[in-house]
Every structure is written in C-alpha cells, then in structure tokens.
C-alpha cells in the first residue's frame, strides 16, 4: 500500500531563513507528487506538483521542490521564508495508475517568526 | 470563475443521526472526491465520483456513502453517526480528461461535530 511519511511535524524559523520540509513515500510504481498547503483559516491550496519530466519542480510563491526517484524522496524548499509562509504543508501522491486517490502525509506546521 | 464550494460550513449532530453534506465542483471539472480530514492529520480519501458512480474508494465503512449529479455537483451521506466522524470533510474536483495528470482542487472544507 501506498504512504507518504513526513517526519517534521513542526517547524519553526525565522524569517529570510531557508526551508527544506522532507518528504517519502513508499510505492513500487510510476508515481505523481504534490505538496499542498493549508493557510490558517483557508482552505487547501495546490502549492506545485510533479508528474514526470524535470526533478526539480517550481511551484507558487517561490517554493520548489525536488523529486528523487532512488530516495523516494519529494522534499519541498524555499529559499527565505517570510511571515506569511506560515501554514501547515501536505505531502501527497498518487499513483500514476490511479490518479484518483491522493494520499496525505500528516503534515508538517510551518511556524514563522517575525 | 468559482472555485470548489462545499455546505454547510459547519455541522452539528448527536450519535446515530444522519448528516448530509454538499458540494459544487470548480468549473469546467466533472469529477468530485471526498475526503476526511481529522485534527492534526492528513485528508484520507473516503471516494470518488465521475459520471454519477462511485469510481474508487478509501477504507471507509458503507456507513459513508455519496452521489453524484447530472450538473456534477455532488452529496456525502454519513449514516448512524459516531464520535470518532468528528472531522473537517473536504470535498476536491477534478478533470478526469487529465487521465493520469489529474490534479485536485479542494473546497473550504465542511467542519463536523458529533456530540
């Protein structure tokens, strides 16, 4: 069966700090990845994703995130973080062969300090 | 062009009622999933919906069951409610033309409360 681990459950930086947020996932197959975050009060948001081609993936906001396929890895960067990056991030995949049902990391809280 | 609108905001119920709750998809998309989001954990898909049937499902009990609309819009049934339903219920909607390039975009979500 298919997960996503992320093992930062929360995080705290300051601002213009960077930000890596790791990201596994266990499946033997062609796979799709998306990080999706959850502004407090909002709804989710699709931050990026990656569905084949280039590793190196830039999504919204200045974020991008780098699909290696020998370490199952999806990890999610930014290189100077503001106040308003302030959320809780979401690690998901589908599999390529069913591209219906995400699975969700448990996320990680992204706390700023001013 | 609206997004993913989903009602009630907010839903309270005893044990063993039974809520129903809605959703509209984005425009332009014709496929709709739901998911269970419990405090401090990822959404877990419950089912999808395309072309008003149930295309896949999650481990979740018959007590979740859906359906789909002919204007795509779509409903989640909870039967025989428990404590442990307490949850934010998202709904997503999607192209299915993307084939297996789908992406999903989540609704503000439906905040239930079992008592």
């Known amino acids: 069966a298919q997960s996503v681990s992320q093992h930062n459950h929360h995080v705290i930086l300051s601002e213009a700090a960077s930000l890596e947020l790791g990201c596994n996932y266990s499946?033997?197959?062609?796979?799709?990845l998306f990080w999706y975050v959850q502004y407090p009060g909002q709804h989710l948001q699709l931050l990026l994703k990656?569905?084949?081609?280039?590793?190196l993936v830039k999504g919204i906001k200045g974020f991008e995130a780098e699909f290696i396929k020998s370490k199952f890895s999806f990890n999610l960067r930014k290189p100077s973080v503001q106040w308003s990056d302030t959320a809780e991030y979401f690690c998901?995949?589908?599999?390529?062969?069913?591209?219906?049902?995400?699975?969700f990391g448990s996320g990680t809280r992204l706390s700023i300090r001013p | 062009d609206a997004g993913v609108t989903q009602s009630p905001t907010h839903l309270i119920k005893t044990r063993g009622q039974q809520v129903t709750l809605r959703c509209s998809p984005k425009?332009?998309?014709?496929?709709v999933s739901w998911y269970q989001q419990a405090l401090g954990q990822g959404p877990q898909f419950i089912f999808q919906?395309?072309?008003?049937?149930?295309?896949q499902r999650g481990n979740f009990p018959d007590r979740f069951s859906g359906h789909q609309f002919p204007n795509y819009s779509s409903e989640l049934n909870v039967n025989a409610l428990l404590l442990g339903d307490s949850a934010l219920y998202l709904c997503?909607?999607?192209?299915?033309?993307?084939?297996?390039?789908?992406?999903?975009?989540f609704g503000p979500g439906t905040r239930l409360l079992v008592l």
């Open positions: 997503a909607s999607s192209d299915r033309d993307r084939g297996a390039q789908e992406t999903q975009y």
């Open positions: 499946y033997g197959g062609t796979v799709n």
């Open positions: 990656y569905f084949s081609g280039d590793p």
């Open positions: 998901a995949v589908t599999a390529y062969s069913s591209a219906s049902k995400i699975i």
């Open positions: 425009s332009g998309h014709d496929t």
């Open positions: 919906y395309y072309e008003e049937e149930e295309r």
